[in-house]
């Protein structure tokens, strides 16, 4: 398997305009995570789904923040607009059947630089 | 609610030296614990995991054993190489359901030649 894909795996943009980071799972995995690292923060849950909904998205920032999972091999994180202070690497992970006793396995990330 | 604290380090050792990165948590309910690594430029990757207590995980020479009367999972390796330098995390997630890992701020471990 090719496991967790993201892309892009960099993006630099600029204050005030919309990010799109794109996630594909594992085939067959029904859980799909998003995560951000920051120095300040280190890795946080921003919103997780199961079978395509949404389930908890009480880490999402901000209103400026959303998350979609339109089918089983998909999701995006969108920013709209934009701040310097969402600069990070954003992860997604994914997994079998989301018990505590469950593996994530995470993407390589996506560096986002807000300029 | 649940949290895990880890020695932030860097912590810099020379090949073939014996390794420890401590490991504290605190959780509700009865918690599976985990470490990844993560290596320049890549995401995380799952070193070891044990899932109750008294059970140790272990991969690639590392170890780590789940203490439920210390709340430890210390992360040990007898002998590290350069190739083992990497950020390493230790996380937790708790409950029969579904729940985001909850991650220590990494430590950063270098070894040099």
């Known amino acids: 398997d090719a496991g967790v894909i993201q892309s892009p795996r960099h993006e630099v943009t600029e204050m005030g305009q919309e990010v799109t980071l794109r996630c594909k799972p594992i085939?067959?995995?029904?859980?799909l995570f998003w995560y951000r690292q920051t120095m300040m923060r280190g890795l946080e849950l921003l919103i997780y789904f199961n079978n395509n909904v949404p389930i908890d998205d009480s880490g999402m920032p901000e209103d400026r923040f959303s998350a979609k999972m339109p089918n089983a091999s998909f999701s995006t994180l969108k920013i709209q607009p934009s701040e310097p202070r969402d600069s990070a690497v954003y992860f997604c992970?994914?997994?079998?059947?989301?018990?505590?006793?469950?593996?994530?396995?995470f993407g390589p990330g996506t560096r986002l630089t807000v300029l | 609610g649940n949290s895990v604290t880890q020695m932030e380090g860097p912590v810099t050792l020379s090949e073939e030296a014996f390794l420890t990165i401590n490991c504290t948590y605190t959780?509700?309910?009865?918690?599976?614990l985990f470490w990844y690594v993560q290596y320049p430029g890549e995401g995380l990757q799952l070193l070891l995991k044990?899932?109750?207590?008294?059970d140790k995980g272990s991969n690639k020479g590392f170890e780590a054993t789940y203490r439920k009367e210390t709340t430890s999972f210390h992360l040990e390796k007898g002998s590290v190489q350069v190739s083992d330098s990497a950020v390493y995390f230790c996380a937790l997630i708790t409950g029969g359901g579904a729940d985001g890992l909850t991650f220590g701020k990494g430590t950063h471990l270098i070894i040099q030649p």
């Open positions: 992970a994914s997994s079998s059947y989301g018990g505590g006793t469950d593996t994530q396995y």
């Open positions: 044990a899932t109750k207590a008294d």
């Open positions: 085939s067959g995995h029904d859980y």
């Open positions: 959780a509700t309910g009865y918690p599976s």
